[in-house]
């Protein structure tokens, strides 16, 4: 075994050909390229839908007598949103796992870093607007089921009984 690797190492003919030789090599690059394009297609698309459900949402809202607040729509394109950074940042590493150049790797992590900071500050946006959201349509909710059956402006809301409590 020593002997195969010293010959191809004084650089005669091997006896298994490298991945150069057979073609293997420009086949792997080939392949990751066109992942990599599959990857910006799925984001570039997911973006897309994303942005076509959102606007639905938004011209149905509009033609809508009630005003009200958009920040459900802003989720819904949020949640694409952060869906595609995912997608693009594949793509970006991708593009790097095969010979990259220390050029290629600085760029991948100016660009993973500032897409994680989006994805991370997007998230947690999304986060706080889904629980503000929930916290009105559990209060109108409450308004709602207060109404008197004449139709009278609702009354404050009485505190919930917590659990029982056991006197001792």
Same mark, same amino acid.
């Given at each position: ?9 004084? +650089?005669?003919? #091997?006896?298994? !050909? +490298?991945?150069? =030789?057979? +073609? #293997? ?9 066109? %992942? ?8 570039? /698309?997911? @973006?897309? @839908? ?10 149905? *809202? /509009?033609?809508?007598?009630? @005003?009200?607040?958009? *920040?459900?729509?802003? /989720?819904?394109? #949020? ?5 595609? %950074? ?6 970006? @590493? ?11 790797? +600085? ?11 989006? *994805? ?16 009105? =349509?559990?209060?109108?909710?409450? /308004? ?9 402006? !609702?009354? !404050?809301?009485? !505190? ?9």
């Amino acid at each position: 075994m020593q002997w195969i690797f010293y010959r191809v190492a004084e +650089g005669a003919p #091997a006896l298994i !050909p +490298g991945p150069a =030789e057979t +073609g #293997a090599e420009a086949t792997v690059i080939n392949l990751v390229q066109w %992942l990599k394009l599959v990857l910006e297609i799925t984001g570039a /698309l997911v @973006i897309g @839908i994303g942005v076509v459900i959102a606007g639905y949402y938004f011209f149905r *809202n /509009l033609a809508s007598a009630r @005003i009200r607040n958009y *920040n459900r729509i802003r /989720l819904v394109l #949020a949640r694409y949103l952060a869906l595609a %950074l995912e997608f693009q940042l594949g793509a970006d @590493i991708i593009a790097t796992a095969v010979a990259p150049t220390w050029d290629q790797i +600085g760029q991948l992590g100016a660009v993973a870093f500032i897409r994680t900071a989006l *994805n991370y500050f997007l998230s947690r946006e999304m986060k706080e607007e889904q629980e503000a959201a929930d916290l009105e =349509e559990r209060s109108g909710a409450r /308004l709602e089921a207060q109404v008197d059956s004449d139709g009278d402006a !609702p009354r !404050p809301a009485a !505190p919930s009984p917590g659990p029982a409590r056991r006197s001792s």
